[in-house]
């Protein structure tokens, strides 16, 4: 079963998040695993949602238990998942995606970091990117 919350960053960005229950969202909102991916605003809150998948499981609680996956577990998997299926431009992103989004070198898919100044030159050129704020971990 999955619920979708739509929420909304302090600084009024409004994003989806999917959760196996409102005490899912609360935990991780808790442990501050939460991020809006525009701004990576980490003080967030619910809003009224008109969307909620519900599906049917017919495994055992037992059976359940042996798969469940900690939310750490999965943004460990999604950092990996980036970082190997992502190139890093660092501080040259917007320059490499500009040149790309004009035809200029090959479509790829990039990773890096932007000053505000040049997210909005990316926003007015058409580019399209999205922000995601990914943790540090030990090791």
Not at 71 to 81: C, D, G, I
Not at 99 to 115: A, S
Request: charged share 35%.
């Amino acid at each position: 079963m999955v619920i979708i919350y739509d929420l909304r960053c302090r600084n009024a960005h409004k994003f989806e998040g999917w959760f196996k229950d409102r005490g899912a969202f609360e935990q991780q909102k808790t442990e501050r695993l939460i991020a809006c991916p525009v701004c990576g605003e980490a003080d967030v809150t619910l809003v009224p949602s008109s969307v909620a998948i519900r599906g049917r499981d017919a495994r055992s609680a037992s059976e359940k238990q042996k798969t469940e996956v900690s939310p750490l577990k999965v943004l460990r998997e999604f950092q990996e998942y980036i970082n190997k299926h992502f190139d890093d431009v660092g501080g040259r992103f917007a320059e490499v995606a500009l040149r790309i989004h004009h035809g200029e070198e090959e479509r790829k898919n990039i990773r890096g970091t932007t000053t505000s100044s040049e997210e909005e030159t990316l926003l007015e050129e058409g580019v399209q990117f999205i922000k995601i704020p990914l943790p540090k971990f030990d090791g």
